[in-house]
């Protein structure tokens, strides 16, 4: 039995929350993605994950044309941490201070990326920076339900179809639940991450144990041409350039994310959850006072609910209205899908042979560049070169 087609399955998890009988398991296909798996002796064919699969069913009623704003959270110290302007602390730490829990997505033991609920502020620090691998929701969609049911307020954070798996699992609105998603450019294969840290560490002759990764740490400033990864261990940190790491260039390309990703139902307007929150990409273009260097986050209050909350987290922040089509213009993944590299299937062949290597991958399926053509890019004036990055992160070529 299969709920829906392959490639069209987010790994989203509804289906895995809702089955009375625990017929369904999350496992990782081939390629390193989380699909469903139906145990057939256990299943008694009652057709609950069916019709709560969001892929099928589900669609938003939120806000066609929302309100924008820009955010810069006013504890400098937390957005020194996060990934852009610091969006989700400043919403988690209302939500813990009116007793309610947030969800989010961290590093668990063994250094594979999941959805865990926080109860206090260390939990909400662990969910900081992003974290660019598929993550498993696992049974988080039944425990904000039980916080739910039980009158706690809830916040519950991930990629636009998780969020959508959230809500088609629920069944109805909860007046105490808000919901933020993620401008999502896709989801790499955890398989490639798991290849990652293995050759990272081998590598850098490290024989400790990886404690954390921060895919976007602020070493060397926020803007996209400064991407560093800081990977701390038990014995050391390092700091590697984004563009010297494998898999943040074999991401960035679009060689590794999900099928399901290349034609997303929920990377689009009307906005899935309440808030949407991303990089404000460009903001030096728009209004060069909100860009510090620290991070500048774009927020889309895309429901009566989200903008009830926003007004009252803004005190946390800094916040200036924005209109939506400058959103746009350098997050297309408002509105769209990001596209497939032309050798992206040829990647996942040859990431399926034994002791496949990142690094070679990555030699022979990105195109590298003349010197000539790398010494006009950097002459190029800056509003050229961020148009030029936003076109190559969409298009994925």
């Known amino acids: ?7 069209k399955c987010t790994g989203c998890g509804a289906c895995y929350n809702i089955c009375p009988h625990g017929a369904i398991q999350m496992i990782e296909d081939e390629r390193g993605f989380l699909k469903p798996f139906i145990n057939d002796t256990m299943c008694v064919k009652c057709g609950l994950c069916e019709k709560t699969c969001p892929v099928l069913h589900y669609e ?22 996060s990934a852009s302007g610091s969006v989700f602390p400043a919403f988690a730490k209302y939500v813990l201070e009116n007793n309610g829990v947030a969800f989010g997505v961290i590093y668990d033991d063994e250094m594979k990326v999941c959805h865990s609920m926080a109860t206090n502020w260390q939990d909400i620090e662990k969910m900081q920076s992003s974290k660019y691998i598929q993550s498993d929701t696992k049974d988080t969609y039944k425990k904000a339900k039980q916080e739910l049911e039980s009158g706690r307020f809830v916040l519950f954070t991930g990629t636009p179809c998780q969020i959508a798996g959230l809500k088609s699992y629920l069944k109805k609105d909860y007046e105490n639940l808000l919901t933020i998603d993620l401008i999502c450019h896709g989801v790499p294969s955890r398989k490639v991450f798991e290849i990652h840290k293995k050759e990272f560490m081998q590598e850098k002759k490290d024989f400790g144990d990886i404690l954390n990764i921060n895919m976007r740490s602020k070493k060397n400033g926020w803007k996209g041409g ?19 790491d494998n898999f943040m260039k074999i991401f960035g390309c679009n060689l590794s994310i999900n099928d399901s990703c290349l034609d997303c139902k929920f990377n689009k307007l009307p906005r899935v959850a309440d808030i949407t929150m991303g990089d404000f990409w460009g903001v030096e273009n728009f209004d060069k006072s909100l860009d510090d260097k620290k991070g500048t986050s774009i927020l889309l209050l895309n429901s009566p609910k989200g903008e009830k909350y926003f007004d009252i987290v803004k005190q946390f922040a800094f916040v200036k209205e924005v209109p939506l089509e400058v959103a746009v213009k350098y997050n297309p993944n408002i509105y769209s899908s990001s596209k497939a590299h032309p050798k992206r299937e040829d990647f996942f062949e040859d990431l399926l042979m034994p002791n496949a290597e ?21 002459l190029m004036p800056k509003f050229i070169k961020n148009w030029i990055k936003t076109y190559i992160l969409h298009k994925g070529q």
């Open 358 to 378: 990142l690094s070679k991958l990555s030699k022979k399926h990105i195109k590298t560049y003349p010197f000539i053509l790398k010494l006009f890019y950097k």
């Open 226 to 244: 400064h991407f560093t990864t800081t990977t701390t261990t038990t014995t050391t940190t390092y700091h590697i350039a984004g563009n010297k």
């Open 1 to 7: 039995m299969q709920i829906v087609e392959s490639k």
């Open 60 to 81: 938003s009623k939120n806000f066609e044309k929302p309100k924008v704003f820009a955010f810069l959270n006013n504890d400098e110290k937390t957005r020194l941490k």
